[in-house]
């Protein structure tokens, strides 16, 4: 099954850190959050990714071509130019890259990439947000539901404490950051294949927008519930967090956490 994962964004709200990369290839734990997030369908059985690029596209090119010598010791002859490998971590991933322009949004990105989609269906995902979900009951959940398309969706704690109080203004009761009723759409979507006759190849065309309210407004649309953790990476604060994780040792979404065992 082909996994899209959405790499093409500018990540405006990280202008800190990404005015010189692109937000995918921001490091947790020293390893791009992409490799993380692809590590994640990777380590559950999913290893044919599409990348639609878009915003400084070519230093994710650069990091796939260059994957290998990154990750292993080698010797180089110089004379002939011929290199071996040593201590080389075996990575069967497949991963196709796709310029789909600077500032197309995500609909028409995956619009763009649809030639190589040779399957019944298809996963996608955003390049920013990590969890400890299992795909596995997501693609169960969506089969037996018979939709269209479904998404993940997670509860997000609020921002703020909230309140209740009497008439008078005395405090009944105090929750500091309490975890809203409602559900936010964080991604982790699978798809039928007759999905793309939603899209577009118009830049303008955006997944949430049009194709997923039409979508759930004809009832094709389901949602899968994940109570477990997610984590996205909207702000310095959450790129800071996230490294925090990783260097406690208490990373929920990766295998193994810390960096000191991770192929």
């Not at 692809?38 to 059985?45: C, N, P, V």
């Not at 796939?64 to 075996?90: Q, V």
């Not at 409602?182 to 997944?207: A, H, Q, T």
């Amino acid at each position: 099954m082909k996994v899209i994962i959405m790499c093409g964004g500018k990540g405006t709200r990280l202008r800190e850190e990404t005015g010189t990369r692109p937000k995918p290839m921001l490091d947790i734990g020293g390893r791009p959050i992409l490799w993380h997030i692809m590590d994640i369908y990777a380590r559950q059985g999913f290893k044919d990714f599409i990348l639609p690029l878009g915003y400084k596209g070519d230093m994710i090119k650069q990091y796939f071509w260059e994957y290998k010598i990154r990750n292993s010791d080698f010797t180089i002859d110089l004379a002939s130019g011929n290199m071996t490998t040593h201590n080389s971590c075996p990575t069967d991933w497949r991963v196709t890259m796709c310029d789909t322009g600077q500032d197309t949004m995500k609909g028409a990105r995956i619009s763009q990439v649809a030639r190589h989609i040779d399957t019944q269906r298809f996963m996608v995902t955003y390049g920013d947000g990590v969890a400890d979900i299992d795909l596995h009951a997501l693609l169960d959940f969506h089969i037996r539901s018979g939709n269209t398309g479904t998404f993940t969706g997670v509860r997000m704690p609020s921002r703020f404490g909230a309140v209740q109080t009497d008439e008078q203004g005395n405090i009944l009761s105090w929750q500091e950051k309490p975890v809203l009723n409602e559900y936010i759409n964080c991604g982790f979507f699978v798809f039928e294949r007759e999905f793309l006759n939603y899209l577009s190849d118009d830049p303008s065309c955006d997944l949430e927008k049009e194709p997923l309210e039409r979508l759930a407004a004809e009832g094709r649309l389901g949602m899968y519930p994940h109570d477990g953790f997610w984590h996205c990476m909207d702000t310095l604060r959450d790129y800071n967090d996230l490294n925090a994780m990783w260097n406690s040792g208490s990373a929920p979404w990766a295998a193994t956490a810390g960096g000191s065992d991770v192929c």
